[in-house]
């Protein structure tokens, strides 16, 4: 459709991108996704770096764990420069772990990048705690857990509103 060679490649990488955009904000991963991975060839350019991203957190949220967790890994060995995405990718990367039920190497992710993100006022390191500390958190509800805790189940579960501290609860009281 914009291949031409009287389209620029950045003129057709940012319509892609607005349009992969478009799609994503309109809750249409499909489309999304075949606009997304047009540009995720490369993560060189910002709307690379992002589209990339984006194609592997659709995988997640359509619960293809290992395609977006192959995702996660091409970027990162791509070696983007935007360090925001690729601080993005660690923290979907440990959503992943997570879903797989590697809460160690989960919190190990969330942990380094804590420790070593040098960016302060872009909320990667406010999101990557809260996400460390829902798993610690059930974790220790897990240690705890007894009987009777089992049995509150349906109250507790209504308490614990983040998508993460939901799926390690379900995984909990299996």
């Given at each position: 459709?914009?291949?031409?060679?009287?389209?620029?490649?950045?003129?057709?990488?940012?319509?892609?991108?607005?349009?992969?955009?478009?799609?994503?904000?309109?809750?249409?991963?499909?489309?999304?996704?075949?606009?997304?991975?047009?540009?995720?060839?490369?993560?060189?350019?910002?709307?690379?770096?992002?589209?990339?991203?984006?194609?592997?957190?659709?995988?997640?949220?359509?619960?293809?764990?290992?395609?977006?967790?192959?995702?996660?890994?091409?970027?990162?060995?791509?070696?983007?420069?935007?360090?925001?995405?690729?601080?993005?990718?660690?923290?979907?990367?440990?959503?992943?772990?997570?879903?797989?039920?590697?809460?160690?190497?989960?919190?190990?992710?969330?942990?380094?990048l804590i420790d070593y993100y040098k960016i302060s006022d872009d909320g990667i390191i406010r999101e990557a705690q809260?996400?460390?500390?829902?798993?610690?958190?059930?974790?220790?509800?897990?240690?705890?857990?007894?009987?009777?805790?089992?049995?509150?189940?349906?109250?507790?579960?209504?308490?614990?509103?983040?998508?993460?501290?939901?799926?390690?609860?379900?995984?909990?009281?299996?």
């Amino acid at each position: 459709m914009l291949v031409s060679d009287k389209v620029s490649e950045e003129i057709a990488r940012e319509a892609y991108f607005k349009m992969g955009k478009s799609c994503y904000a309109q809750d249409d991963p499909e489309n999304a996704g075949v606009n997304f991975r047009k540009l995720s060839k490369e993560v060189k350019s910002l709307e690379g770096a992002e589209a990339k991203y984006r194609v592997a957190e659709i995988y997640f949220r359509q619960n293809q764990f290992d395609l977006a967790e192959k995702e996660i890994f091409e970027f990162i060995d791509m070696n983007t420069p935007h360090q925001f995405w690729m601080a993005k990718i660690l923290i979907l990367l440990a959503d992943v772990n997570v879903r797989k039920s590697d809460f160690f190497q989960a919190k190990h992710t969330l942990q380094s990048l804590i420790d070593y993100y040098k960016i302060s006022d872009d909320g990667i390191i406010r999101e990557a705690q809260k996400k460390l500390n829902d798993i610690l958190e059930l974790e220790n509800f897990e240690e705890q857990s007894g009987q009777e805790q089992k049995i509150q189940h349906s109250m507790l579960y209504h308490i614990i509103l983040s998508p993460l501290r939901k799926v390690i609860f379900d995984r909990i009281m299996a």
